[in-house]
């Protein structure tokens, strides 16, 4: 027993002591990974160039609201990197670790690379979608997940409600275009990536909704399923939000760091590495570069939209929002 | 003693054929109950078991040993054995710690102990998790003591490590309990009377006699503490390399569309598994056996 | 060694087990507690060993105070009814046990154990069962081992709790027997419990009749036949006259002739 005490005082000791030299830890979302695995690389050499320092970067890698309570529930991250503002107010509200005004703090709305929603569907495109109103036809198909739950749900309900008023839709007409597009979802996934095994592997569905940066990721693991992308008219900027952690980076000592890491994000190779992984590039003259892989279609901002993520939250997916009476009427 | 030692094993036959004849049902119904036992099985366990390992090896096994092999999967691996290997022992001294005490001793109190040996049993794995958060956590009861000490329990190595200890704790005890309650205390008083003392008749008598309810208990009590994930996710922080176990691995591997190291990583767990089915097989045939020969005879052997 | 107890009292909850017990166990004598279950006579027992300590009174050894000791230092033998053998050891390693648990200091070399363990073996006509399991053994010969390991630590006293009880009447009827030859060989002071008349009055020196945690009567066996001092002990001995017994009908044929009886009353000598 006393050596299992030992043991154990030990790991205490071993967790507590691991920063012998400089590390951050970055808390993301699910899919983020191999971008900040080329990230990390990068960033480590530049700022071994630049300082002298050398620096592990950990990751940490999870679904996106957990892994944001984790951050407020002591989980000491150095840098954030969501793909929805809320999910960083959350620090902001819950345990004040950053200012309210955080997204002020980097160019861009602190989101330095973005993406957005697009529809996959299987190959040879048999139902002939080809935009929005597509998807809302009678007896058409649409797997997106749970908008409560997951990111992609979310964008691409804001992504639907986005397209009928800047055509000029009314606010009624926005909900009842978004009511039909629900009705047409076969089941609620909770997350995008099991949406995703619902639409590919199940073979339930005509379309999915989901993420311009996933697409590449769905393609490569279901080379078999035979899937092809859509890109609608217009749909939503899918900004992801990054932030510093003051309250751990003050007491760990490593803002220095840490905000170098978040700037160098908007770098030209920080541009580069995100292109790469199929998240848009805020730099004209990187997405210039890779506009095979952009394809240009109109996109507009939640702000513009929405009037702020605040704000969308209460009235849209609160409990009783809109989102509920739409649910409700079905 | 050829005719007692025999005698036992003359039993089951024939009550066997009671039973039959006693039920009554004819061949059709018992073959259709077989049936759909079996296809359920297969449907439900072998399929799934099977869609594991195919998964797993369907890139080659070049592609599964690299995911294996992989820095981030042999830390998961490491850690999980780390939990294990740490909350396995804790259990066991707690276990026979609390076995001993409820199936030997009269006190106050001992309902509520048998209660709360289950209560892991009875809560969510999730809430256990959080309740590890409510109290270590940055607004937890000890958070602030703790981040004034920089000592870090959850996102941590030693919350995972509790929060296993916490998830696996009924196990050994469950299975002493009940074995050490129907043993009764002769042999210990037997023990004590013939002037062992206390140490020794646990050492001698009582761990002896509980050895297969024990191996059991350990065995499924590694099984949960390497397999175990509701808990271990909320308090993990999942930082790759550090604070990722086997299962959660499998999940952000499974997230990330990283299908074949998912399912590599997975086929381990499952391989645990399978490993664990037979040992506990293996411990309930051998207490078995040990079972069969304590039959009481009362017939003289010669 | 000479064993009494003094006013013992004992209730577990509400349930008197003992009430105001005063014996005395003279030295080298076989005694019998005698009695219908829930009696007291098994706590008495094992007040006596210390498996349970009184909630009044006091016991003593050869004159000396004992309730305060432990069960370990009060050096009994004691054999339980149901064996109490260790499943998960030999024949020989049970009843070298007692040896074994010694500390260093006190503890025989093994050959010196395993001799002993042979000479207690031979004692009770089982040597050739060393090696084998008490599963592998009868009642009969588990019972006995049960003794031999009982004596191997050389006990003062030896306390028999029911050790027939578990085995069927031809056993039980040897055992006995031997047990009384054994007493005679080997002196030491003896206290068995019993449910059974017929075996107290048969193997016992002495017998304690008890009832509802009382003594009812201490005395010989004939003494307590002859002279029941209570209608309990008259009872539980069966020794009331139960009237006239009759037969009804009999019939003996021996070389041609016949003999019927129809309706007689017996009369005892």
Not at chain 1, 156 to 168: E, F, I
Not at chain 1, 313 to 319: I, S, T
Not at chain 2, 76 to 97: D, E, H, M, Q, W
Request: with cysteine; aromatic share 10%.
């Amino acid at each position: 027993m006393r050596n299992v005490s030992l043991l154990f005082l030990g790991l205490v000791l071993a967790a507590s002591s691991v920063q012998a030299d400089t590390t951050l830890l970055n808390v993301s979302y699910d899919v983020t990974r191999e971008f900040y695995k080329d990230y990390n690389a990068a960033f480590i050499r530049h700022w071994k160039q630049q300082s002298g320092e050398t620096l592990t970067v950990n990751q940490s890698h999870g679904g996106s609201s957990k892994q944001a309570r984790s951050v407020a529930d002591g989980l000491e991250a150095d840098v954030i990197t969501m793909n929805q503002a809320n999910d960083i107010d959350i620090l902001a509200t819950h345990g004040k670790l950053i200012p309210a005004d955080w997204a002020k703090r980097l160019p861009n709305n602190s989101a330095p690379y973005t993406s957005t929603i697009v529809f996959l569907v299987r190959r040879g495109n048999p139902r002939a979608i080809k935009d929005w109103d597509d998807l809302v036809k009678p007896g058409v198909s649409v797997v997106i997940p749970n908008p409560k739950t997951s990111g992609n749900g979310r964008y691409s309900y804001l992504a639907a409600w986005g397209y009928v008023t800047k055509k000029g839709g009314t606010e009624q007409k926005a909900r009842e275009f978004v009511t039909k597009l629900f009705a047409n979802v076969p089941v609620f996934d909770g997350g995008g990536r099991a949406a995703t095994t619902t639409f590919a592997q199940r073979n339930i569905g005509d379309a999915l909704l989901t993420f311009e940066s996933e697409v590449q990721l769905i393609q490569k693991e279901f080379a078999d399923s035979q899937v092809e992308v859509v890109y609608p008219s217009q749909s939503i900027l899918a900004e992801a939000p990054v932030s510093i952690v003051d309250k751990v980076v003050d007491k760990r000592g490593t803002r220095k760091q840490a905000q170098a890491y978040l700037d160098y994000l908007y770098s030209d190779e920080g541009q580069e590495i995100a292109a790469k992984h199929h998240f848009r590039p805020r730099s004209e003259k990187v997405l210039n570069r890779y506009a095979a892989s952009f394809k240009p279609l109109h996109l507009f901002t939640v702000d513009e939209v929405f009037g702020g993520w605040t704000r969308l939250q209460k009235v849209h997916f609160d409990d009783g929002g809109i989102y509920d009476q739409i649910l409700l009427k079905q | 003693m050829s005719a007692a030692a025999t005698l036992p094993l003359q039993i089951p036959p024939t009550a066997h054929k009671l039973r039959s004849t006693a039920t009554g049902e004819p061949a059709w119904v018992r073959w259709t109950l077989i049936a759909l036992a079996l296809v359920f099985l297969a449907l439900f366990l072998f399929l799934p078991l099977a869609t594991v390992f195919y998964e797993a090896l369907r890139k080659g096994t070049g592609v599964y040993l690299n995911a294996l092999r992989e820095e981030d999967a042999l830390s998961a691996i490491r850690l999980t054995l780390i939990a294990a290997a740490i909350s396995v022992p804790a259990n066991l001294v707690f276990g026979i710690a609390a076995a001993w005490a409820i199936a030997k001793f009269e006190f106050r109190g001992k309902s509520i102990l048998i209660t709360l040996i289950d209560l892991p049993f009875a809560v969510s794995p999730v809430i256990s998790g959080l309740i590890y958060v409510l109290l270590f956590g940055a607004q937890g009861w000890f958070g602030s003591w703790l981040q004034a000490h920089d000592l870090r329990i959850i996102f941590a190595v030693p919350g995972i490590v509790l929060a296993t200890v916490f998830v696996t704790f009924p196990f050994v005890a469950r299975e002493l309990i009940p074995l050490m309650q129907a043993q009764g205390n002769d042999e210990e008083e037997a023990a004590i009377v013939l002037g062992a003392s206390g140490w020794q008749t646990l050492w001698r008598v009582t761990l002896p006699n509980a050895k297969w309810g024990l191996l059991y208990g350990v065995i499924l009590c590694n099984a949960r503490a390497m397999g175990e994930f509701g808990a271990v996710s909320v308090v993990s922080g999942h930082i790759r390399g550090m604070t990722n176990t086997l299962p959660l691995h499998v999940e952000i591997l499974y997230n990330e569309y990283n299908f074949a190291a998912a399912f590599a990583v997975a086929s381990l767990l499952a391989l645990l598994a399978l490993i664990t089915l037979g040992l506990k097989s293996l411990v309930e045939w051998r207490a078995g056996a040990q079972a069969d020969t304590d039959l009481p005879q009362e017939r003289p052997a010669s | 060694m000479s064993i009494s107890v003094h006013h013992i009292a004992k209730r577990f909850g509400s349930f008197v087990a003992l009430d105001d017990v005063s014996l005395t166990f003279p030295s080298g004598e076989l005694v019998a507690l005698l009695g219908p279950s829930g009696c007291g006579k098994t706590t008495l027992l094992r007040l006596i060993a210390g498996l349970e300590s009184p909630d009044g009174g006091s016991v003593s050894f050869d004159g000396d105070d004992a309730t305060r000791r432990g069960v370990r230092e009060r050096q009994v033998g004691f054999v339980f009814q149901h064996y109490a053998l260790f499943k998960h050891m030999t024949v020989l390693e049970n009843i070298a046990f007692g040896l074994r648990v010694r500390p260093r200091a006190s503890r025989p070399a093994e050959a010196e154990i395993r001799r002993k363990v042979h000479e207690l073996l031979q004692l009770v006509q089982l040597d050739w069962l060393a090696e084998r399991y008490p599963a592998q053994l009868s009642g009969g010969q588990r019972q006995r081992i049960a003794l031999a390991r009982a004596l191997a630590v050389e006990p003062k006293v030896l306390l028999l709790d029911e050790p027939f009880g578990a085995l069927d009447a031809k056993v039980r009827k040897e055992l006995r027997r031997w047990l009384r030859r054994l007493h005679d060989e080997l002196h030491i002071t003896s206290i068995f419990v019993t449910h059974d008349q017929e075996e107290a009055l048969e193997v016992a020196d002495r017998v304690v009749l008890m009832n509802r945690g009382r003594v009812e009567q201490v005395g010989t066996p004939q003494e307590v036949v002859e002279e029941p001092a209570t209608p309990f002990v008259a009872d539980f001995l069966d020794l009331h006259d139960h009237g006239p017994a009759w037969l009804i009908q009999a019939k003996i044929r021996h070389r041609g002739f016949e003999l019927r009886a129809i309706d007689q009353e017996l009369q005892t000598a």
